[in-house]
């Protein structure tokens, strides 16, 4: 249980309640410890500013105080995490959808107010460079997952064009950057890979059921390394980063694993795990003169010889 709701618990407990409460009647009910039912009244007292006293025969409200909890308590990503689920939500509905949804998007719009944004269309979010799949093909591969079937696909490699069959069991959909991609165990490589959705051309569910990979075995497998290819970490790369060209470097975070020490007033080494290099030295690129990987070395002469190939575009 976490926190809030034994906060809320604990305010339901005291309301019902004429007379004091013991302290291990609320171990029991809150299902904690005895320090964990001091530190949840604590904060009931000293957070909310709740009527809730003690004494001898234990914990109490003074009900002679008018007090109401307020309304759910959201942290800034909490309430953009509302905003985003908001935004997809409309951009899914369909006729067959329409009210389902709403019933969903006036919940949200509830939780929101109680937070002070009482417009939420005054908000946008913006979704650039998406890359939308085909609306049947996601929705195949939704009911394979929610009826824990293997699939068959069709899939089509975004650097070669290389078109491959493949039967996969699919984990879980995950979206990332503004595309959506399947988690699976492909059957044909035996290993856990992940598939663009927009890049499968075709699509059929499978009589056979799935194979279920370990939670543990897929999180740690896309924890490791940086980025949406992930995997198993291989190697180390140190990045300098001039926080005085781009200064919005230093509230970025790149992976759970990054370390950043400062080098002067003006530069700092971002250091990240990875094993597939694609998306790391596109995110680099990306910050132009502001960056320059220093290891591996491997890394840095890969870096450089893209921006060769790039620059024999713009040869007079």
Same mark, same amino acid.
């Given at each position: 249980?976490?926190?809030?709701?034994?906060?809320?618990?604990?305010?339901?407990?005291?309301?019902?309640?004429?007379?004091?409460?013991?302290?291990?009647?609320? !171990?029991?009910?809150?299902?904690?410890?005895?320090?964990?039912?001091?530190?949840?009244?604590?904060?009931?007292?000293?957070?909310?500013?709740?009527?809730?006293?003690?004494?001898?025969?234990?914990?109490?409200?003074?009900?002679?105080?008018?007090?109401?909890?307020?309304?759910?308590?959201?942290?800034?990503?909490?309430?953009?995490?509302?905003?985003?689920?908001?935004?997809?939500?409309?951009?899914?509905?369909?006729?067959?959808?329409?009210?389902?949804?709403?019933?969903?998007?006036?919940?949200?719009?509830?939780?929101?107010?109680?937070?002070?944004?009482?417009?939420?269309?005054?908000?946008?979010?913006?979704?650039?460079?998406?890359?939308?799949?085909?609306?049947?093909?996601?929705?195949?591969? !939704?009911?394979?997952?929610?009826?824990?079937?293997?699939?068959?696909?069709?899939?089509?490699?975004?650097?070669?064009?290389?078109?491959?069959?493949?039967?996969?069991?699919?984990?879980?959909?995950?979206?990332?950057?503004?595309?959506?991609?399947?988690?699976?165990?492909?059957?044909?490589?035996?290993?856990?890979?992940?598939?663009?959705?927009?890049?499968?051309?075709?699509?059929?569910?499978?009589?056979?059921?799935?194979?279920?990979?370990?939670?543990?075995?897929?999180?740690?497998?896309?924890?490791?390394?940086?980025?949406?290819?992930?995997?198993? !970490?291989?190697?180390?790369?140190?990045?300098?980063?001039?926080?005085?060209?781009?200064?919005?470097?230093?509230?970025?975070?790149?992976?759970?694993?990054?370390?950043?020490?400062?080098?002067?007033?003006?530069?700092?080494?971002?250091?990240?795990?990875?094993?597939?290099?694609?998306?790391?030295?596109?995110?680099?690129?990306?910050?132009?003169?502001?960056?320059?990987?220093?290891?591996?070395?491997?890394?840095?002469?890969?870096?450089?010889?893209?921006?060769?190939?790039?620059?024999?575009?713009?040869?007079?």
């Amino acid at each position: 249980m976490k926190k809030i709701e034994r906060i809320y618990l604990l305010d339901a407990i005291l309301k019902e309640r004429r007379t004091p409460i013991r302290m291990e009647q609320l !171990m029991e009910r809150l299902e904690c410890s005895q320090a964990t039912a001091y530190r949840i009244v604590a904060s009931l007292r000293d957070e909310y500013n709740a009527p809730i006293f003690s004494d001898e025969y234990g914990v109490y409200y003074d009900h002679h105080a008018k007090f109401d909890l307020p309304g759910i308590k959201l942290n800034a990503e909490e309430t953009q995490g509302l905003l985003m689920a908001a935004q997809l939500l409309e951009d899914l509905q369909s006729d067959s959808l329409q009210k389902p949804l709403e019933r969903i998007l006036k919940g949200i719009d509830k939780v929101l107010q109680q937070k002070g944004i009482n417009n939420r269309r005054l908000i946008q979010i913006i979704p650039a460079l998406s890359r939308k799949p085909d609306g049947s093909i996601f929705q195949q591969v !939704m009911a394979a997952l929610q009826q824990e079937k293997k699939l068959n696909i069709t899939y089509r490699n975004r650097s070669n064009q290389e078109q491959t069959k493949r039967m996969v069991s699919p984990q879980r959909l995950t979206s990332y950057k503004n595309a959506w991609y399947v988690d699976a165990w492909c059957h044909l490589r035996e290993g856990i890979r992940l598939f663009a959705l927009e890049q499968i051309q075709q699509v059929s569910i499978d009589i056979e059921r799935t194979k279920k990979i370990p939670a543990e075995t897929l999180r740690a497998h896309y924890a490791e390394s940086y980025g949406i290819f992930s995997g198993k !970490m291989k190697h180390q790369a140190e990045i300098k980063i001039n926080t005085k060209l781009a200064p919005w470097t230093i509230y970025e975070h790149w992976h759970s694993k990054q370390q950043i020490k400062p080098l002067d007033d003006n530069h700092i080494l971002l250091t990240i795990p990875y094993n597939d290099d694609r998306e790391l030295i596109a995110d680099v690129m990306r910050l132009g003169m502001a960056a320059q990987i220093v290891e591996p070395t491997a890394l840095r002469n890969k870096f450089k010889q893209q921006l060769e190939s790039i620059l024999t575009h713009y040869d007079p």
